[in-house]
């Protein structure tokens, strides 16, 4: 093993980010120290370090011992890997990919795969169209399968039936699992049960001793019944998958998905006003609080960058924005992929709300306050400036790329 210390920063990040769920274990324990009386003491509770699902790993190889205070290469936690050499079922999952990366709905789908699967059966993960994903493996993919032809892309629902038909040929599934989704798992999956004449579990959210529950009657009810073949989920049907690593073979269909005669014309994406999204469906959200001092500036850059706005809530009683941009405990609970939080302090309240966002930026003159300690991003700074430094920047990326499409 090398003794090169290398800087992971990344670790370095989570352990000064205290509301990080692996900061505990990112900090350096102290396991022995001189005693009042010169004896050498040692906590032997202390060995050890907490793993991402909470429950205390030892590192027999020493790298953790004597309470390391340089964190190197070797101790970073690297989870066991899951196997299926020979898989005696699937438990076949169809994600919706949105923006072509597994979304947090998509990953507790694969959480309750696993669920299904035990530690015989395989998860296969069905992803039509290219994506973006590297994270498959971590996210509990045992098997992949790309349908990545044009016939698959856009929306084209016939098309991706007839894709998983294929695959319910060739696999046989014991189980498929749809989100059940507005954007598309929810469709695709009632199109799919329909052509295999299954009747399927719709937004179960628990399946537990061979019963899945659903919601039912306009969401006030529970409906149990047994394990269905075709399940359609809900967000958090079962914990995402975060102690064990997966292979995520590439696997291929064996037979040419036959052409569907579509009586659906896709006439392709149509562009939306961000401000008319509604912010829990909004994928980038640009917010802004107490330390906005120009709003004008404020909403030219969220045009500029396309963004949804949404506001702390200091910003609403202020006056400065609606009160249904609120972001947080007493407002809207977002799920973006990206949040700027701009003169954000990152109160609890609020960081409850961005909880299941993916990445965060933060713009704040205060480099110590908790939205910088959660952010994934960081600029710190006068407001103002940043925001005009944004806006040039957008427009010399636009500019460049018209005429390098010229
Ligand atoms: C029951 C309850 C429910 C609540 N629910 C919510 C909720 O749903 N959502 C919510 O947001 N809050 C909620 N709050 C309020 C919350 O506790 C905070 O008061 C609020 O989030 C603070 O808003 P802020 O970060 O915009 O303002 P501040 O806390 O004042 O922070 C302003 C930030 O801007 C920075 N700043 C100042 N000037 C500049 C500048 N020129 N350039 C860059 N940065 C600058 C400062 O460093 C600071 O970090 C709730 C409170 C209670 C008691």
């Known amino acids: 093993m090398s003794d090169i210390i290398r800087r992971d920063p990344r670790a370095e990040w989570i352990a000064r980010n205290r509301l990080h769920p692996l900061h505990a274990a990112m900090q350096p324990a102290q396991h022995s120290w001189m005693g009042p009386n010169g004896v050498i003491r040692k906590n032997l509770h202390g060995v050890g370090f907490i793993g991402p699902n909470g429950i205390k790993r030892i590192d027999r190889s020493g790298a953790q011992q004597g309470g390391a205070t340089k964190r190197t290469a070797a101790v970073e936690v690297q989870l066991p890997l899951h196997q299926v050499p020979a898989p005696a079922f699937y438990i076949c999952v169809v994600p919706d990919m949105v923006g072509g990366r597994l979304g947090s709905h998509d990953r507790d789908l694969l959480g309750l795969a696993h669920q299904l699967a035990g530690s015989d059966g395989a998860v296969l993960a069905v992803v039509f169209g290219e994506h973006k994903e590297s994270a498959f493996a971590t996210a509990g993919v045992d098997r992949l399968l790309v349908l990545d032809g044009e016939e698959f892309s856009g929306y084209a629902p016939e098309q991706r039936v007839q894709g998983l038909r294929a695959v319910d040929n060739q696999f046989n599934p014991r189980h498929w699992l749809l989100p059940?989704?507005?954007?598309?798992?929810?469709?695709?999956?009632?199109?799919?049960?329909?052509?295999?004449?299954?009747?399927?579990?719709?937004r179960v959210w628990q399946v537990k001793d061979q019963e899945c529950i659903g919601r039912a009657g306009a969401g006030l009810q529970d409906l149990a019944r047994p394990v269905a073949r075709l399940i359609l989920a809900a967000v958090e049907c079962a914990e995402p998958v975060s102690e064990t690593r997966h292979e995520a073979l590439p696997v291929e269909l064996s037979t040419t998905v036959a052409r569907s005669l579509s009586r659906i014309e896709d006439l392709g994406a149509v562009a939306v006003d961000p401000a008319a999204i509604p912010m829990a469906e909004a994928e980038f959200i640009f917010s802004g609080g107490n330390g906005v001092k120009d709003w004008a500036l404020f909403h030219q850059t969220a045009v500029a960058l396309g963004a949804t706005e949404g506001a702390s809530r200091v910003a609403v009683d202020d006056g400065y924005m609606a009160r249904d941009r609120q972001v947080g405990a007493s407002g809207t609970w977002v799920t973006a992929r990206v949040y700027v939080a701009v003169g954000i302090s990152g109160a609890i309240q609020h960081l409850q709300g961005i909880?299941?966002?993916?990445?965060?930026?933060?713009?704040?003159?205060?480099?110590?306050c908790d939205m910088i300690k959660r952010a994934d991003l960081s600029v710190i700074g006068e407001s103002a400036e940043i925001l005009q430094a944004l806006i040039a920047a957008v427009e010399a990326y636009r500019n460049d790329a018209k005429r390098d499409a010229a």
């Open 180 to 202: 059940d989704s507005r954007s598309g798992g929810g469709e695709l999956g009632r199109r799919f049960a329909a052509a295999l004449g299954e009747r399927p579990a719709t």
């Open 355 to 368: 909880g299941a966002c993916d990445k965060v930026v933060a713009i704040n003159l205060d480099p110590g």
